[in-house]
């Protein structure tokens, strides 16, 4: 059964390093999506990202994020100077389309120290 | 944006037991996931379901969506079952097809 893919499971950084996340969707599906749980608490919407562009993003994905879709299978996140509030699971998922259900990977563990 | 409220928030349960959890949300929906977070973190999809009823094994789930909620039933539940169960929607009002998620279910299965 296909599935998303993430890399690196974990990650740990310095304050004001830049990180880039990775993540291989399912390779018929066009829309893709981040989003993060902060330790207890809930998972939140960052960003979707459609045809090459951003769809929508949240509040919280401010100029230190970006997304990119380099090659036509990975789809990353780039955090431009880490802060420590960004530690955080970060989740990839993507969907075939608006009225289908999204399928998750298994997240990266962003710890910044 | 749309609200999703789950409800409890804790619940323990002696293994065999049964239990419901419950998922309201604000406004018509027009995807709704329900994951299980493993203690890895990962988020194991469970249903799929907008409206109706599905069945996999000792789990099922059921969304009404005209009264807006959604319910997880948990059968004979084991220790392997602990961990926080979430929901998740998006709707159809705003035109937007971001999940917006619970705050989830932390059930606690005792042996």
């Known amino acids: 059964e296909p599935e998303v893919t993430q890399t690196p499971s974990h990650q740990v950084t310095q304050m004001g390093q830049e990180v880039i996340l990775r993540c291989v969707p399912i390779?018929?599906?066009?829309?893709f999506y981040w989003y993060r749980q902060i330790l207890g608490q809930k998972v939140e919407f960052l960003v979707s990202?459609?045809?090459?562009?951003?769809?929508?993003k949240s509040e919280i994905f401010d100029d230190q994020f970006s997304v990119e879709r380099p090659d036509g299978s990975n789809f990353t996140l780039k955090i431009r100077s880490t802060k420590l509030e960004d530690s955080a699971m970060y989740f990839c998922?993507?969907?075939?389309?608006?009225?289908?259900?999204?399928?998750f990977g298994p997240g990266t563990r962003l710890t910044v120290l | 944006g749309i609200q999703v409220e789950q409800s409890p928030p804790d619940l323990i349960l002696q293994e065999g037991a049964n239990s419901t959890l419950r998922c309201n949300f604000s406004d018509s929906v027009n995807n709704l996931q329900w994951f299980h977070q493993n203690p890895w973190g990962q988020l194991i999809n469970l249903f799929y379901?907008?409206?109706g009823t599905k069945q996999n094994g000792r789990l099922s789930a059921t969304t009404v969506a005209t009264e807006r909620y959604s319910l997880l039933y948990i059968s004979s539940s084991q220790t392997t079952d602990s961990g926080v169960y979430f929901c998740a929607a998006d709707t159809l009002t705003s035109g937007t097809y971001k999940y917006i998620f619970g705050t989830g279910t932390r059930l606690k299965v005792l042996a």
């Open positions: 998922a993507s969907s075939a389309s608006l009225n289908n259900e999204q399928f």
């Open positions: 390779s018929n599906h066009l829309y």
């Open positions: 379901i907008p409206s």
């Open positions: 990202f459609y045809n090459n562009e951003i769809s929508e």
